[in-house]
Antibody
Framework: QVQLQQSGPGLVKPSQTLSLTCAIS??????????WTWIRQSPSRGLEWLGR?????????DYAVSVKSRITINPDTSMNQFSLRLRSVTPEDTAVYYC????????????????????WGQGTLVTVSS | QSVLTQPPSASGTPGQRVTISCSGS????????VNWYQQLPGSAPKLLIY???QGPSGVPDRFSGSKSGTSASLAISGLQSEDEADYYC???????????FGGGTKLTVL
C-alpha cells in the first residue's frame, strides 16, 4: 500500500517560492508504472493539476500551462521523495496542495494509459500572505 | 469555470440509486478515459472509478461509471449515509495537454 507524506511551510510571502516535499513509502519514485503528481484545490479554482514527474529510462516532467513558467517538480531518489517548487507566488496561489501517485503505462517516455490518481498525500494548506 | 461540467448538487434517500453527470468535449472526454473521485469533508480525494468504468480494489461495486460520446456518468446504487461527499470527474484534455477536473457535485443523503 502506497503512502504519501507531505511536508513544507503553510505560509509563504508574495513573490517568494513555495516549496513542498512528498515522501513515498510502499513504492519507488523511480517506478516505471507511476507518475508523481502535484495538484492543488481552492474555492475559486477547484481541483487543478499542476504537473508530474515520472521515470522511463530517464526522467520526464509534464507541467500545466497555467504555471509552466514558475514550476519545478523534482524527484529525489536518495530519499525516495519528490518536491514541488512554485516561484513568484501571489495570493492567487493560496490553496490546499496535494501530492499524488498516478498509475500509468508509458512507452518511450510517453504516458499512454493513466489509471487515475490512486494514492494521495494528506494535503497542505499554503497561504500566500505578507 | 471548469472544463468539465457537473451539476453542483445531487441528493437521494438511503437505498436509492443516484447518478452524477459530467459533460465535456471531443478534446477531453470524447477522446480519453474518465476517472471519478470522492472527497469526504476535510480529506483528500479518493479514486472511485478509473478508465471510464473500472473500480479499484476496495471500492464497493455500488459505484459504477459509464461514458458515451463527450459525457460520462457516475452511478451510486444502494445509497448510504457515508456516501455524502463531493464527487469529481477528471480526464486528460488534448488541447490543454494535461488532466482537467469537473467542478464537483455535492451529494446529500436525505
Amino acid at each position: 500500500q502506497v503512502q504519501l507524506q507531505q511536508s513544507g511551510p503553510g505560509l509563504v510571502k508574495p513573490s517568494q517560492t513555495l516549496s513542498l516535499t512528498c515522501a513515498i513509502s510502499g513504492d519507488s519514485v523511480s517506478s516505471n508504472s507511476a507518475a508523481w503528481t502535484w495538484i492543488r484545490q481552492s474555492p475559486s479554482r477547484g481541483l487543478e493539476w499542476l504537473g508530474r514527474t515520472y521515470y522511463k529510462s530517464k526522467w520526464y516532467n509534464d507541467y500545466a500551462v497555467s504555471v509552466k513558467s514558475r514550476i519545478t517538480i523534482n524527484p529525489d531518489t536518495s530519499m525516495n521523495q519528490f518536491s514541488l517548487r512554485l516561484r513568484s507566488v501571489t495570493p492567487e496561489d493560496t490553496a490546499v496542495y496535494y501530492c499524488a501517485r498516478e498509475g500509468v503505462y508509458s512507452a518511450r517516455g510517453v504516458i499512454i494509459t493513466s489509471y487515475g490518481l490512486g494514492s494521495w498525500g494528506q494535503g497542505t494548506l499554503v497561504t500566500v500572505s505578507s | 469555470q471548469s472544463v468539465l461540467t457537473q451539476p453542483p448538487s445531487a441528493s437521494g434517500t438511503p437505498g436509492q440509486r443516484v447518478t452524477i453527470s459530467c459533460s465535456g468535449s471531443t478534446s477531453n472526454i470524447g477522446s480519453n478515459t474518465v476517472n471519478w473521485y470522492q472527497q469526504l469533508p476535510g480529506s483528500a480525494p479518493k479514486l472511485l472509478i478509473y478508465s471510464d468504468n473500472q473500480g479499484p480494489s476496495g471500492v464497493p461495486d455500488r459505484f459504477s461509471g459509464s461514458k458515451s460520446g463527450t459525457s460520462a456518468s457516475l452511478a451510486i446504487s444502494g445509497l448510504q449515509s457515508e456516501d455524502e461527499a463531493d464527487y469529481y470527474c477528471a480526464t486528460w484534455d488534448d488541447g490543454l495537454n494535461g488532466p482537467v477536473f469537473g467542478g464537483g457535485t455535492k451529494l446529500t443523503v436525505l
